[in-house]
């Protein structure tokens, strides 16, 4: 970096020790350079002015031409409140002030023309706009269009707020030509039409229109999402090269045996597709680091199977973690009985395995005795090893921590292949983002003859007629679930609203005709795991659970899910619940009960539910409401320094991004050529400045 750029703020003009000393403790301002970064949030056309009988609540902040007609001053609490009856030539609104009333009430006059900024609120039938700016009305010089930067309290005290920030902005810009070096190949920056990286800073902060302002927000964009692709896909070579992984040569017997004789059903394209891109990982001689993306039911599990077969065939062992017992022991059966025919050995270890059983499976393990073992996190335990473990598969990976993954390393000399799926698809742009050193693997289609899930939303008049419809679908033969949020199992209220959730179902319910199962997170493993069974063989109708439920079990024959309070769901928690059903072949029906005033965002999340049955699409709507922060967790919260792209709107340009980053090491794998050299400074700032970020899984 050159000097200009990391002069101290303290030395900027207007900048004195006292605002400095606050630039950098509120918001991490050191130098010239990081005040250029701090870029403006939004912008405001003040040339254009609206008329009062415009105004509506989409409208944001609004600029008005008027004339203050009169004040009213009330007593609010222990302070005052003026209000200012202003008007223009289509009608009045109130300006209103809850602070400083008696000087601002001196500082204003009556019938002068001024202008007015501000938020408009409608309150009470009528529009009102709190604490406004008001000056007299004048043309700005610098054409009507000005940043807004976001400020704090002490800033604004100081006289940083968003306008004092304009005002230390200026003289830096001044001095700005000749001092901002070129990072993108020039090739780059003609094929895309960027500005100059000079261009964009001056133009970011000091647009002469929006179109300017867009574009100079568009170069700074591209920059920092092509250096975060490029970042991720170096990280991604390097981890590649250093690590190595078992060849698995053959197809092997087990594999052909089971493809060819015992298979259920035949495999879907995604299916064939997603298994070539693991049969190849696994020819590399390079370790496997995959996460397979699909849909509650499109199949993941048989994929999974074909892959452990084509490790056992090549003469290693396997494992298969799931989150909790219950699937487990699910995956367990299943897997048992579509192998019955074969000579395999599996077996199960969740918890609640006996510690004398244990201790045999352990040293079975060791002899190389199991060939696939399946089960919970018990499976993680460091005792738990084995002969010759190759492959890992870890299901439904969003319940599973990185730490944790990253234990099955250490079961082998060389790591063994490592496969997570996840039926909470991730928004592409945020799994090339998140995932950057992972490779992903997709199935985009389900298997033939579902019958895609009719999903309501009803409110608390519809009870009756709810219940009406499950009986119904009772006397039809079929199984219902209904589940109550349980977020936090110590939440008592949550709890109460279960049991009498379940009391209320069992009155409407009543045996011998109907029997009702309850499941939640307060009970001992074997009563849940009885109650389950029940379940799933069919000896009760109904299932009254919480969250529990919400991965991977499998009851074909169960066609509705009834959500209570679905408002207090998350998207993609209501599309994984939604999953448990429609797995047969009847007609399944998902059922949204919320109450009557839920909020925009709730009211939104139903809509979509109804809407659509695709994870993809249902996440990304997700992102557009929660951000990508709240969806990824905070743990990879450190990949969320964006300082103006956003991963949530910005989709788009993080693919187009990608695809240059990639180009980039294609033509120049090593970043050696002249015309690369800003990408390199950069580049190697980052790896250096990062150095423990690598791994994921
Ligand atoms: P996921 O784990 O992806 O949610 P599963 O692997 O549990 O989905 O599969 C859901 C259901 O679909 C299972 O009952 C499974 O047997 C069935 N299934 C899987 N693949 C196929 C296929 N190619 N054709 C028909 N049914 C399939
Ligand atoms: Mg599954």
Redesign the pocket.
Known sequence: MNSFLITPIEYLKGIGPQKAELLKKELGIFSFGDLLEFYPFRYVDRSKFQKIDELNSQIGHVQIKGEIIGFIESVMGRGKRLTAKFKDDTGIIDLVWFKGASWIKNSLKINVEVQIYGKPNFFKGGWSIPHPEISKVHVNPQGGFQPVYSSTERLTKAGLDSKGIVKVMAPLIEQLTGQIEELIPLELKNEHRLMSREEAIMSIHQPKSELEARNAGLRLKFEELFFLQLELLFRKKITLQKSLGYKFEIVGDQFNTFYDKHI?????GA?KRVLKEIRKDFTTGHHMNRLLQ???????????LLSILLAIGNGFQTALIAPTEILSIQHFE?IKEMLTEMNISIELLTGSTKKKDRKVLHERLLNGDVDLLIGTHALLEDIVQFKNLGFVVI?EQHRFGVAQRARMWKKNTIPPHVLI?T?TPIPRTLAMTFYGDLDVSV?DEM????KSIITMHKYEESRLRMFGFIKEEIDKGRQVYIVFPLIMESETLDFNNLIDGFEAITRSFPAPRHHVSMVHGKMKPADKEFEMNRFVKGETQIMVATTVIEV?V?V?NASVMVIESAERFGLSQLHQLR?RVG?GSEQSFCILMTGEKISKDSLKRMQTMVRTNDGFEISEVDLQLRGPGDLMGTQQSGLMDLKIADLAKDGALVAIARDAAKELIKSDPTVEKKENKGVRSVLSEMLRSKPNWGRIA
């Open positions: 259920p059903f035949s495999l879907t299916q699909g849909d509650v039911g499109s199949g993941k599990t048989l994929v999974a299943s299901d799926m039926a199935i298997p033939p003859g579902r991977g499998n074909p999953g797995r």
